[in-house]
Every structure is written in C-alpha cells, then in structure tokens.
C-alpha cells in the first residue's frame, strides 16, 4: 500500500523531460540536432548543479513540484543562451580538430616528398646537363664550333676608328698664292690598334 502513492505520483510526472524537445525543436538538419543535443547536456550540468546546490542548503532533494517550477524558469532567452554555448563548444572544437588536421597534413607532406622532391629535381638537372653537352659536342662533330660561337656573340664588336672627313677641293684663288697651312692638310690616317 505503500507503493501505491508513489506509482500515483509516477503516473502524473510526464514520460519525459520537458526541456528536451524545447531545445531539440526545429532541428531539421543534423547539425542542428547536435547543437539541441549539446545544449541539452548543457542544461542537464546546469539542473544537476542546481539540484546538488538545493541539496546543500536545504538538507533534502527538491520535490517533484520544485523540480517543474526550476524548468519552468528556464526562459527563452535562457535556451538562446545555452544553444548559443552549445554552437561555441562545437565551433571551439572544430577549430581544435582542424588545428590537428592541419598539422598532420603539413608533416605528411613534408615527411617523405622532401627527399624524393629533391632527388627528382637532381635527376632532372643531370639529364638537361647531358642534354646540353651531347647538343654540343655533335655540333662540334658536324663542323661548327658552339663555343666560339657563343664567345663571339657575347663579345661587343670593336670600335674601328673614325674615318678623316673629307673636304672639297677648292678652286684656285686669284691672286698671289699661299703655302697651305698645317692645320689645313688632311690628317695622316691613323692606325687601328
């Protein structure tokens, strides 16, 4: 008989915790259900500290009617509040597990290509060498000379001297006649060096 009251007051408390589909609402994609679902746990920790809190100052575990008057206290501007901790939690790690990934795939990347990008690139530069001496030497073979060639294309041409000018031969004064001066005689051609 003893029981009989307690499975009465069973009976009437709902099957459910209300909170649940108040911060599971709307959660059409499953992102949003583990944003109410975290939001939920969040206010689990929030009910347990508050019933660990009423414990201590009461000497007793809250009723049945406390408990419904503390999750009736839970606003809507508290439930924004929490599913807004609840997307910071997630964003929060999300950061951490892209911090992680980014750090593993930067030293997989780094760990073995270094060595077999450098020895590609080693490779490559003792191919183009040959390339480039066996070009060479068969055009050394076939008659020309590539060096000189090269040599004679990076060296400037030499600067020949300016040729003398040229003056027209004037026609005879009349009158009496002058040794012609000095400066007046044509240049001797001057040697190349």
Same mark, same amino acid.
């Given at each position: 008989?003893?029981?009989?009251? *307690?499975?009465?007051?069973?009976?009437?408390?709902?099957?459910? /915790?209300p909170?649940?589909?108040? !911060?599971?609402?709307?959660? /059409?994609?499953?992102?949003?259900?583990?944003?109410g679902?975290? $939001?939920?746990? !969040?206010?689990?920790?929030?009910?347990?500290?508050?019933?660990?809190?009423?414990?201590?100052?009461? &000497?007793?575990?809250?009723?049945?009617?406390?408990?419904?008057?503390?999750?009736? @206290?839970?606003?809507?501007?508290?439930? /924004?509040?929490?599913?807004? *901790?609840?997307i910071?939690?997630?964003?929060?790690?999300? %950061?951490?597990?892209?911090?992680?990934?980014? +750090?593993?795939?930067?030293? =997989? *990347? !780094?760990?073995?290509?270094?060595?077999?990008s450098?020895?590609?690139? !080693?490779?490559?530069?003792?191919?183009?060498?040959?390339?480039?001496?066996?070009?060479?030497?068969?055009?050394?073979?076939? &008659? #020309? /000379?590539?060096?000189?060639?090269?040599? %004679?294309? +990076?060296?400037?041409? =030499?600067?020949?001297?300016?040729?003398?000018?040229?003056?027209?031969a004037?026609?005879?004064? #009349?009158?009496?006649?002058?040794?012609? @001066?000095? @400066? *007046?005689?044509? +240049?001797? $051609?001057?040697?190349?060096?």
């Amino acid at each position: 008989m003893n029981d009989q009251p *307690a499975q009465l007051a069973d009976a009437s408390r709902a099957p459910l /915790d209300p909170m649940f589909p108040r !911060l599971i609402k709307e959660a /059409d994609t499953p992102e949003q259900k583990l944003i109410g679902f975290i $939001a939920y746990g !969040l206010y689990e920790e929030a009910r347990r500290e508050w019933v660990s809190d009423f414990r201590d100052q009461e &000497g007793r575990y809250p009723a049945e009617n406390e408990l419904r008057a503390y999750e009736r @206290s839970w606003t809507i501007s508290r439930l /924004d509040g929490i599913r807004n *901790a609840a997307i910071q939690l997630v964003a929060a790690y999300a %950061d951490t597990v892209a911090n992680q990934l980014e +750090a593993e795939i930067l030293r =997989r *990347a !780094l760990k073995g290509r270094f060595w077999r990008s450098v020895g590609r690139w !080693l490779f490559s530069a003792v191919i183009y060498t040959l390339v480039v001496l066996g070009s060479i030497f068969a055009l050394n073979r076939y &008659g #020309s /000379d590539p060096i000189k060639m090269i040599q %004679d294309f +990076a060296t400037p041409p =030499r600067a020949s001297p300016p040729e003398p000018a040229q003056t027209p031969a004037q026609p005879p004064a #009349s009158g009496p006649s002058h040794p012609p @001066s000095p @400066s *007046a005689a044509p +240049a001797p $051609a001057q040697r190349a060096r």
